[in-house]
């Protein structure tokens, strides 16, 4: 499940950051512009993958966490293809 989620989530920034891509080097703006916008939009992508990487830890350190416990991690539920 978490497999899933990671590949989803690999493939949408790769698509979100060709489509960004190719709508900056196709928008007719001058070059100050553009180079704004690519800025601009690299840090939002940059804290977005920070929040997912944040996210993955917490969710990692969680399931490292119950297992030290001695209790079956959540993840240990799902069913594994």
Same mark, same amino acid.
Do not use: C, H
């Given at each position: 499940?978490? +497999?899933?989620?990671?590949? !989803?989530?690999?493939? !949408? =920034?790769? +698509? =979100?950051?060709?489509?960004?891509? =190719? +709508?900056?080097?196709?928008?007719?703006?001058?070059?100050?512009?553009?180079?704004?916008?690519?800025?601009?939009?690299?840090?939002?992508?940059?804290?977005?993958?920070?929040?997912?990487?944040?996210? =993955?830890?917490?969710?990692?350190?969680?399931?490292?966490?119950?297992?030290?416990? +001695?209790?079956?991690?959540?993840?240990?539920?799902?069913?594994?293809?």
């Amino acid at each position: 499940m978490k +497999g899933d989620t990671s590949k !989803f989530l690999i493939g !949408f =920034a790769i +698509g =979100a950051i060709g489509g960004i891509v =190719a +709508g900056i080097l196709l928008a007719p703006d001058s070059g100050k512009v553009t180079r704004k916008k690519i800025v601009d939009k690299t840090n939002r992508i940059k804290q977005d993958l920070e929040n997912i990487a944040d996210a =993955a830890k917490d969710s990692i350190s969680e399931t490292v966490d119950e297992y030290w416990k +001695g209790t079956k991690p959540k993840s240990a539920t799902y069913n594994k293809r």
